[in-house]
């Protein structure tokens, strides 16, 4: 194998890591968020987890964060719960870093 192939397929590696660790940061940042709105709306327990999976399954619905904000943003408005989008886009983007702090460390503990 030349060092260019070598080189390739390193490259290509290196593609595959960085897309499936920001494929579970942001399912990981999307299941925080559902938490966290789940918790303003009232909900614990079991509920508050079937209201985190759900806002996970929404990120399906089409490319960006777009359908995770509205669905959490109509859900919240809808509970009276009052959330600017500022707001709601900032808790998002924080959520980020929390999420990508969590997969670190499961991946250090192996």
Same mark, same amino acid.
């Given at each position: 194998m030349?060092?260019?192939?070598k080189?390739?397929?390193?490259q290509?590696?290196k593609?595959?890591?960085?897309?499936?660790?920001?494929?579970?940061?942001?399912?990981r940042?999307?299941k925080?968020?559902?938490l966290?709105?789940a918790e303003?709306?009232?909900?614990?327990?079991?509920?508050?987890?079937?209201?985190a &999976?759900?806002?996970?399954? #929404?990120?399906?619905?089409?490319?960006? @964060?777009? *359908?995770v904000? /509205? !669905?959490? &943003?109509a859900?919240?408005? #809808?509970?009276?719960?009052e959330?600017? @989008?500022? *707001?709601?886009? /900032? !808790?998002m983007d924080?959520?980020?870093?929390?999420?990508?702090?969590?997969i670190?460390?499961?991946?250090?503990?192996?």
């Amino acid at each position: 194998m030349s060092t260019f192939e070598k080189r390739e397929q390193g490259q290509e590696a290196k593609f595959a890591h960085d897309s499936e660790l920001a494929f579970k940061v942001t399912a990981r940042r999307n299941k925080l968020l559902g938490l966290w709105a789940a918790e303003l709306m009232g909900m614990a327990g079991a509920d508050a987890d079937a209201y985190a &999976k759900q806002t996970v399954m #929404a990120d399906f619905d089409e490319p960006g @964060d777009e *359908d995770v904000f /509205r !669905k959490v &943003k109509a859900d919240l408005t #809808a509970a009276n719960v009052e959330m600017s @989008d500022h *707001d709601l886009r /900032r !808790k998002m983007d924080g959520l980020v870093q929390v999420a990508r702090d969590q997969i670190e460390s499961d991946a250090a503990r192996g």
